[in-house]
């Protein structure tokens, strides 16, 4: 099991920056691929960015490529996205999601589908 608690969303002005931290608890964290998704009013939930469980190797949708980077910190159960350039199309709310299923692979988990676990979100509002 993993709980998942999202925070550091907020308002910020386009082409501003932000920094979302997800905190894990549970055994199965440190054996997890974690991921965050977003989604906008009236849209599906879409992937951002993943992190293998030792963090050696990261994906990020194409959409943010170059603006968001994901990390993690398996000694503070925790994974941050790093969000610079922001736009109003970056506004929705972002999840956390973990992937157990996905701990000894080489393959990047891109679909709600390969997350178990979700937080609760966290609201990103960028004006322009």
């Known amino acids: 099991q993993v709980q998942l608690v999202e925070s550091g969303g907020g308002l910020v002005q386009a082409g501003g920056s932000l920094r979302l931290s997800c905190a894990a608890s549970?055994?199965?964290?440190?054996?997890?691929?974690m991921g965050w998704f977003r989604q906008a009013p009236g849209k599906d939930r879409e992937f951002v960015a993943t992190v293998t469980r030792r963090a050696f190797n990261t994906y990020v949708a194409d959409s943010v490529k170059g603006r968001f980077t994901i990390s993690r910190d398996n000694a503070k159960n925790a994974v941050s996205l790093q969000m610079n350039s922001l736009k109003p199309e970056d506004t929705a709310v972002y999840y956390c999601?973990?992937?157990?299923?996905?701990?000894?692979?080489?393959?990047?988990?891109?679909?709600?589908?390969?997350?178990?676990?979700w937080g609760q979100g966290t609201q990103v509002t960028v004006s322009s």
């Open positions: 549970g055994r199965t964290f440190s054996e997890s691929a």
């Open positions: 999601a973990a992937a157990p299923r996905y701990a000894g692979t080489y393959i990047f988990p891109k679909s709600s589908d390969d997350y178990d676990y």
